[in-house]
């Protein structure tokens, strides 16, 4: 987080062999932990795929207390983005 209480939340979309495809960032403000950055950092992943036609994707995120939240939803390992 920076001085101004600003967030950056990047975000990359890679193929298979890690060429990157498309990128994009974005400054958010006043969200109180960096956990909840996260999440809504992984919620612009999404509404970003969708937007440049990708309908499979692999999030990943160095964020372990997002990333159990996710685990324990009981999503599918694999789940197509347009369902």
Same mark, same amino acid.
């Given at each position: 987080? /920076?001085?101004?209480?600003?967030?950056?939340?990047?975000?990359?979309?890679?193929?298979?062999?890690?060429?990157? #495809?498309?990128?994009? /960032?974005?400054?958010?403000?006043?969200?109180?932990?960096?956990?909840? /950055? !996260?999440?809504?950092?992984?919620?612009?992943?999404?509404?970003?795929?969708? !937007?440049?036609?990708?309908?499979?994707?692999?999030?990943?995120?160095?964020?372990?207390?997002?990333?159990?939240? #996710?685990?324990?939803?009981?999503?599918?390992?694999?789940?197509?983005?347009?369902?």
């Amino acid at each position: 987080m /920076a001085d101004n209480g600003q967030w950056g939340i990047g975000i990359l979309i890679r193929d298979h062999s890690g060429e990157v #495809f498309a990128a994009t /960032a974005q400054r958010v403000s006043c969200l109180p932990d960096p956990s909840l /950055a !996260e999440a809504l950092g992984i919620r612009l992943a999404v509404k970003f795929a969708l !937007e440049t036609s990708f309908e499979e994707v692999m999030l990943e995120s160095d964020c372990k207390p997002v990333t159990d939240l #996710f685990a324990s939803a009981n999503l599918p390992h694999s789940y197509t983005l347009a369902q």
